[in-house]
């Protein structure tokens, strides 16, 4: 293990009382960072999920369905899908795309994939960043209790 230093690596046995307790705050800051990401990237990927059973429901019907249109997350007037094989599938930023029910479900199993790609990725650097907290913590605790038992003996032994 080695911690950055000043451009340089320093083994993170070397590194002073200040120093662990520096390394120890930033690390617990990225796992705190890691966890916020990874309940948004958990919250999209659910959201994708209804998305793709939305659109396996849709292709499943064939006669108009009736629906309540919401107006704001308060207010919703009542309608009906016409024409259920052709959806609108928001692809991001603004942009909508006409696909029917199959494409549709088609494109967000591909977004569930990626979402989970990153999750994935995500949940090992978080492994990782434990790991690291952990040693840390330990390694700081360590170098805290030595210190305090060299105080005590040096307090214990009579002066000349």
């Known amino acids: 293990m080695a911690a950055a230093a000043g451009g340089g690596s320093v083994p993170v046995t070397q590194l002073t009382v200040e120093q662990l307790g520096h390394v120890r705050q930033t690390t617990e800051r990225e796992i705190e960072m890691l966890m ?3 309940s948004e990237l958990n919250v999209a990927h659910q959201k994708l999920t209804a ?3 939305c659109a396996t429901f849709m292709g499943e019907s064939s ?4 629906v309540l249109v919401p107006l704001t997350t308060s207010i919703y007037v009542p ?3 016409q ?4 959806l609108m599938v928001d692809v991001g930023t603004g942009y909508f795309i ?3 029910p199959t494409d549709a479900a088609s494109y967000f199993s591909r977004r569930m994939a990626m979402m989970k790609e990153q999750l994935d990725k995500a949940y090992g650097v978080l492994n990782q960043k434990r790991q690291l907290f952990e040693a840390v913590s330990h390694l700081l605790q360590n170098k805290l209790e030595a210190a305090q038992a060299a105080q005590a ?3 214990a032994q009579p002066s000349a």
């Open 63 to 66: 006669t108009p369905q009736p």
């Open 83 to 86: 024409n259920p094989s052709e």
């Open 153 to 155: 003996q040096a307090g």
């Open 51 to 53: 998305s793709r059973e």
């Open 98 to 100: 006409s696909k029917n």
């Open 79 to 81: 309608g009906v899908i």
């Open 36 to 38: 916020t990401k990874i």
